[in-house]
């Protein structure tokens, strides 16, 4: 079952569970013990430690889950991509002793001969929490959250965590298919920028979209265009204040926009919420959030970090 997607939210309708930074895995324990990747690929034989906890599970069953490699107190991608690359035994040996995997559990599909699927998730879940009473297994899942999705999503922010996944209590899982019955919230990076100048359609109209940057060590880097956000009142209010601080484009900028850029003195910073920085160095998707009380040349470029689309 995929998810759709989402801000967060409260409702008494809905389970919040956490979003790991891992490898989405069907999980199947019993007799036959395999973890499967959403492509179909067999994982097993990359995760002993699971496959080995997997079969200590008492009766049969299909378990949807994520496979996550610790880096301290969260998950880290590249470590269960490390581990999902190495081939030899040698290798994987070593790797579940040095880098063990854990199997975060959200979903049980079948049980002992039952198929689950159309029952609802609170149901599903009852018989997850019996199957999996000790959350400090190997094979664990996550504790219930109901109702109370913006106070878990402002946790899951200070735990640095990928995100949540809202979920809906009666709704079934869907095999193969993209509902809104799930929401995928994910945690958006957030970032301090210096505004360099500002965006609009026509020369002499409203700014569209503020343009922003930060200090590098050879001066000030573009690093995108921020337009969704801005509420027309805040659109106002810039374009009669910023209008007073023109001033030349900073050399090596940079820049480029659908429409006309006039550069301002860099005065403001601006909080900036975005998906991702692209390989070339810029905001991918970026949101307007607020202005903060800081100093321009402490704004310094973030560090590029890709987000391969192979995960959960």
Not at 28 to 44: E, H, I, M, W
Not at 63 to 72: N, S
Not at 83 to 108: K, Y
Not at 216 to 232: F, M
């Given at each position: 079952?995929?998810?759709?997607?989402?801000?967060?939210?409260?409702?008494?309708?809905?389970?919040?569970?956490?979003?790991?930074?891992?490898?989405?895995?069907?999980?199947?324990?019993?007799?036959?013990?395999?973890?499967?990747?959403?492509?179909?690929?067999?994982?097993?034989?990359?995760f002993p430690e699971l496959a080995a906890a997997l079969s200590a599970l008492p009766g049969a069953g299909v378990l949807d889950g994520e496979i996550v490699v610790m880096d301290g107190d969260r998950s880290s991608f590249p470590l269960v991509m490390e581990r999902n690359r190495m081939r030899s035994e040698t290798a994987i040996r070593r790797g579940a002793a040095e880098i063990p995997a854990w199997f975060v559990a959200f979903d049980l599909l079948h049980r002992d001969g039952i198929r689950l699927t159309a029952a609802?998730?609170?149901?599903?879940?009852?018989?997850?929490?019996?199957?999996?009473?000790?959350?400090?297994?190997?094979?664990?899942?996550?504790?219930?959250?109901?109702?109370?999705?913006?106070?878990?999503?402002?946790?899951?922010?200070?735990?640095?965590?990928?995100?949540?996944?809202?979920?809906?209590?009666?709704?079934?899982?869907?095999?193969?298919?993209?509902?809104?019955?799930?929401?995928?919230?994910?945690?958006?990076?957030?970032?301090?920028?210096?505004?360099?100048?500002?965006?609009?359609?026509?020369?002499?109209?409203?700014?569209?979209?503020?343009?922003?940057?930060?200090?590098?060590?050879?001066?000030?880097?573009?690093?995108?265009?921020?337009?969704?956000?801005?509420?027309?009142?805040?659109?106002?209010?810039?374009?009669?204040?910023?209008?007073?601080?023109?001033?030349?484009?900073?050399?090596?900028?940079?820049?480029?926009?659908?429409?006309?850029?006039?550069?301002?003195?860099?005065?403001?910073?601006?909080?900036?919420?975005?998906?991702?920085?692209?390989?070339?160095?810029?905001?991918?998707?970026?949101?307007?959030?607020?202005?903060?009380?800081?100093?321009?040349?402490?704004?310094?470029?973030?560090?590029?970090?890709?987000?391969?689309?192979?995960?959960?």
């Amino acid at each position: 079952m995929l998810a759709g997607t989402g801000r967060p939210f409260d409702s008494p309708d809905h389970l919040f569970d956490a979003k790991w930074d891992g490898l989405r895995s069907i999980a199947f324990f019993g007799p036959t013990v395999r973890l499967q990747a959403r492509s179909l690929r067999d994982q097993t034989r990359h995760f002993p430690e699971l496959a080995a906890a997997l079969s200590a599970l008492p009766g049969a069953g299909v378990l949807d889950g994520e496979i996550v490699v610790m880096d301290g107190d969260r998950s880290s991608f590249p470590l269960v991509m490390e581990r999902n690359r190495m081939r030899s035994e040698t290798a994987i040996r070593r790797g579940a002793a040095e880098i063990p995997a854990w199997f975060v559990a959200f979903d049980l599909l079948h049980r002992d001969g039952i198929r689950l699927t159309a029952a609802p998730l609170a149901e599903r879940r009852r018989a997850l929490s019996a199957l999996l009473p000790d959350a400090g297994g190997r094979v664990f899942a996550n504790p219930l959250v109901v109702g109370e999705g913006m106070r878990f999503f402002a946790a899951m922010r200070e735990r640095n965590m990928e995100g949540m996944v809202a979920k809906r209590l009666q709704g079934p899982y869907r095999i193969g298919e993209r509902s809104d019955d799930w929401l995928k919230i994910k945690v958006r990076p957030r970032l301090s920028c210096v505004v360099f100048g500002t965006l609009h359609r026509h020369p002499d109209g409203p700014v569209r979209s503020l343009v922003v940057g930060a200090y590098g060590p050879d001066g000030p880097v573009w690093l995108g265009n921020v337009g969704s956000g801005l509420a027309g009142e805040t659109r106002a209010q810039l374009t009669e204040q910023l209008r007073r601080l023109e001033c030349p484009a900073p050399p090596g900028f940079g820049a480029t926009g659908d429409g006309h850029i006039r550069y301002v003195k860099p005065l403001l910073v601006a909080t900036v919420e975005y998906l991702e920085l692209t390989p070339s160095g810029h905001l991918r998707h970026p949101a307007f959030v607020g202005f903060e009380d800081r100093d321009p040349r402490r704004c310094g470029i973030p560090a590029v970090r890709g987000r391969p689309a192979d995960r959960g």
